[in-house]
């Protein structure tokens, strides 16, 4: 059982920005993703959310081929995405955004459970709170859908270090609660240091792939497998 990506190649506009990529999502686990701007990282997001359809290679879930599968129909087989930049529904109340996604009273306080200091702005519109903030309620609407795998594109975009930080725990806390977490992060060493596995791509391909705690350890690995060496 886990999330697979089988030599996906993505093309978009001028040629392949996803290249020959294989990597593998477990449950209860976290795989850290990496790399450069435009490395290929949100492309390679979106053709397991269905976003884009890969031209070639596929997308497997838990033994079932998904590569064709809708986003709706992925989101339903148990696969929910967040994707890059601030996707709250800013008009609608911080209740309201879980109340999109949670099946059940018992979904919905579970993940009002993971950030208890939101307890307090459940009926103010989210446009009201802080960035961060903001991203609790993306993360506690994702959770709500109570996904088998979750991926979560540079959530902590626009958010000092220190208030992505209040994050980690809670994504390590949804991970060991069976979820497989993919997690795209621009600040590496924050986000492999609650990794079991890392990877980074350069140029659509993948230069790294292995021990986050090798990677962080060592700045020229690290260094090398940012510029593709
Ligand atoms: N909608 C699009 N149409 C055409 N090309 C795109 C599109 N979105 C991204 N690209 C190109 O695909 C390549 C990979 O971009 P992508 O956004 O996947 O990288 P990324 O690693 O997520 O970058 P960042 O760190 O900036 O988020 C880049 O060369 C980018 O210009
Ligand atoms: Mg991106």
Redesign the pocket.
Known sequence: MSLVLNDVTVS???GP?ISNVTLEVKPGQITTLV??????????I?SIAGVIIPSSGSVVMNDVDITKFSKRKRSRAGLAIVE?GRMIFPSLTVRENLQLTARTKSDFDEAMALFPELEKRMNNNTVLLSGGEQQMVVLARAFASKPKYLLL??MSLGLAPVVFMRLLPVIEGIAKSGVGVLL?E?FAHLALGIAEDAMV?TS?RVSYHGSPKKLTSDAELMRKSYMGE
């Open positions: 978009r506009g001028v920005v790399g450069p701007n435009g490395a290929g990282k949100t492309s390679l979106e890059q594109d540079e795209v621009q791509v659509g």
